[in-house]
C-alpha cells in the first residue's frame, strides 16, 4: 500500500550544510587580521608619540644652548676685563694725580684771595660771614646766642696781621674790649671758609697813640678752599 504524507514537513537537509540559515560563520583568519591591525595602530600612535616628544626637547635643547652661548660670552667679555684692569687701574691713577695737582694749583691761586675776602665780609658794616643755612636755622632753634650779632659795630675790632701757610692760618689784632674779641670769634667760627676756629691768649695793654685800653689778641684756624 502506499501512503502519501498530506502534512507539512521540513525539508531534509542536505549532508553537511549548516544549520543556522544563510548566514556565515566568522573564521580564525578574521581575528588575524583585526589583532594585527589593532597592534599597527598602537604602534604608529607610539611613534608619533615618540617623534613629538623628541621634537619638543631639541627645541628646549636649543634654547638651553643658545642660553649657554649668551653666558659664556658675558664671562669671557669679564674675564677679558679682568686681564686688562691693572692697566684700567694705573690709568685711572694717573687721571686722578692729574686732578689732585691741578686742584692744588688752582687753590693755591685763589684759595687765599677767597679768604682774604671772607675776612673783609666778616669785619664789614652790614656783611657777615658766609654760613650754612642749615646750620643758621638749628642755632637759631637750640642756641641763638651761637649766632653772629648783626648790629656788632666792626669799627671796635681791627686786624694787625693775617699769616697762612699750608691752609694753617694765624690772626693777630686788637679790639676795644673782650666781647669784640667773642663776636669776632662766633663769626669765624660759623663761617664756611674757616674751620677749627681757636682763641689764644688775650691781654690788655694801653694804645700808644689814643690811649685807650684795648684787648690784644690772637687766633689760630684752618682755611676751607
Not at 660771614?129 to 671796635?156: C, G, H, I
Not at 676756629?197 to 690772637?218: G, R
Request: aromatic letters at 6%; hydrophobic letters at 40%; a positive charge.
Amino acid at each position: 500500500m502506499i501512503r502519501v504524507n498530506l502534512l507539512p514537513g521540513k525539508r531534509e537537509t542536505r549532508r553537511g550544510a549548516p544549520a543556522g540559515g544563510g548566514s556565515s560563520a566568522i573564521t580564525p583568519s578574521d581575528g588575524s587580521s583585526t589583532w594585527l591591525l589593532f597592534v599597527l595602530g598602537a604602534l604608529l600612535a607610539t611613534v608619533l608619540v615618540c617623534v613629538f616628544v623628541w621634537t619638543a626637547k631639541l627645541r628646549e635643547l636649543g634654547k638651553v644652548e643658545n642660553k649657554n652661548k649668551e653666558l659664556q660670552a658675558s664671562i669671557d667679555g669679564i674675564k677679558a676685563q679682568i686681564s686688562d684692569h691693572p692697566r684700567i687701574k694705573g690709568r685711572l691713577k694717573e687721571l686722578k694725580d692729574r686732578e689732585d695737582a691741578i686742584d692744588k694749583l688752582q687753590n693755591a691761586r685763589t684759595g687765599p684771595t677767597s679768604a682774604m675776602m671772607e675776612l673783609s665780609h666778616i669785619l664789614s658794616p652790614g656783611r657777615g660771614p658766609s654760613m650754612d643755612n642749615a646750620r643758621v636755622e638749628q642755632l637759631r632753634r637750640e642756641n641763638p646766642s651761637a649766632l653772629p650779632n648783626a648790629n656788632w659795630d666792626t669799627r671796635r675790632l681791627w686786624l694787625s696781621q693775617y699769616a697762612e701757610q699750608n691752609r694753617d692760618v694765624r690772626i693777630s689784632g686788637l679790639a676795644r674790649d673782650g666781647e669784640d674779641v667773642s663776636e669776632f670769634l662766633r663769626r669765624m667760627t660759623m663761617s664756611e671758609y674757616f674751620y677749627d676756629v681757636k682763641l689764644l691768649p688775650a691781654s690788655k695793654s694801653m694804645d700808644a697813640v689814643t690811649k685807650i685800653e684795648v684787648v690784644k689778641f690772637q687766633l689760630s684756624a684752618k682755611a676751607r678752599y
